[in-house]
């Protein structure tokens, strides 16, 4: 065999499973990631190896992710489900206090942050509660099916970790609209939800107040709960159309924006890269969503297509949550950009979905179990 033909086949089976066009705009968004994460950390080329070590490992676990059937990720859905619960209850039992919230658990060779698990393990395990339930769905099934998001959700809410709960709430509430949800009980559900609201109030952490009155008016207290907002306001709208170029950022570079690498590190990108930037960013999170999308709609099963759907439409509510909350016009809830800011586990359990959608693409029938 020679040299060009193994190099062939090595890549083949690396790649045979793997997505193009997916794979590709993830590969640009992971460079553009790198290089806005070296001038939100102060050029520090720790951090920015830091980021391109979790890169490396999301790769793999996509990877590994995109080579398991469909069939068996139905198989592990309710063992994955089962562990994330009793990791997030260890958590709320024993979980390391960080910042005033228990969101950790220290595992000794490890810190691991559990409800990461269930962003994944949520969607699997409703996927494959309605696709065993596909013949003659009833309101029960519904009920069932909120049931087991809502407890996830509420461990995650009592941590307290708001932006996390949304995502898994979300992950979960796609499958079950996906699955046929009728409109009636949507629309009911949010006119409840709305009536629910003062009653809810009560219920909210002093900070998660905060947001909410400073979403509304970020002067009322300029240089604590709205400083965040007014700052990468003021960076976003000094980048003009075409920035102020790379490491070049008056607010980012001088230390004004807080958490500029992690979770408003799109006030970085739109001050350096401007409105052209944005744009640019907008659309390649568009070619993710369409093609998640359209795998989605080309998959054979209800299991299958429920998932993919689901995955898909939980990273548009990452991309939205995070744009809208670092341009003032959703509350502050601790959700990164995707792809782009700074952390480990989050690119993780993304690479997974995206995996997880690539197996979908690339295994085209379900056998049925």
Not at 155 to 168: E, F, S
Not at 213 to 231: F, K, M, V
């Amino acid at each position: 065999m020679s040299p060009r033909t193994a190099i062939d086949r090595i890549f083949d089976v690396f790649a045979r499973r793997l997505d193009g066009p997916l794979m590709v705009t993830l590969v640009v968004l992971a460079a553009l990631s790198l290089a806005v994460v070296f001038s939100a950390s102060g050029q520090s080329g720790e951090r920015t190896l830091g980021q391109a070590r979790n890169f490396a490992v999301a790769l793999v676990v996509l990877w590994v992710a995109a080579n398991i059937p469909p069939q068996q990720l139905m198989r592990l859905a309710i063992p994955i489900y089962i562990a994330g619960l009793g990791l997030l209850v260890s958590v709320a039992l024993f979980g390391d206090i960080r910042n005033g919230a228990r969101r950790w658990l220290n595992l000794g060779f490890v810190t691991v942050q559990p409800s990461e698990i269930m962003k994944i393990g949520v969607p699997l395990l409703l996927a494959a509660y309605f696709h065993r339930k596909e013949e003659g769905l009833g309101i029960r099934d519904y009920v069932i099916a909120g049931l087991m998001l809502m407890l996830p959700t509420g461990l995650v809410m009592r941590q307290p970790d708001l932006g996390t709960a949304v995502l898994i709430f979300s992950s979960g509430f796609f499958v079950i609209f996906l699955a046929g949800l009728s409109w009636k009980l949507l629309i009911s559900a949010g006119v409840a939800g709305l009536a629910a609201l003062p009653l809810a109030w009560p219920l909210l952490h002093d900070y998660q107040r905060n947001r909410v009155l400073t979403l509304l008016d970020p002067n009322t207290d300029p240089l604590g709960a709205g400083y965040h907002i007014i700052q990468s306001t003021i960076a976003i709208g000094s980048g003009g159309i075409f920035g102020k170029g790379w490491l070049n950022g008056s607010q980012s570079q001088l230390d004004f924006i807080p958490e500029r690498s992690t979770d408003f590190i799109l006030a970085v990108f739109g001050e350096e890269f401007g409105l052209i930037g944005l744009l640019l960013l907008i659309t390649l999170y568009m070619i993710v969503i369409g093609r998640g999308l359209m795998i989605a709609m080309n998959a054979p099963t209800t299991f299958s297509r429920l998932l993919a759907g689901a995955i898909t439409m939980t990273f548009f509510t990452y991309a939205f949550v995070n744009i809208g909350m670092v341009t003032g016009v959703l509350p502050v809830v601790g959700v990164p950009l995707p792809l782009v800011s700074y952390g480990g586990t989050a690119i993780l359990s993304m690479f997974m979905g995206f995996g997880i959608l690539m197996s979908i693409s690339t295994h085209k029938r379900l056998v049925s179990t």
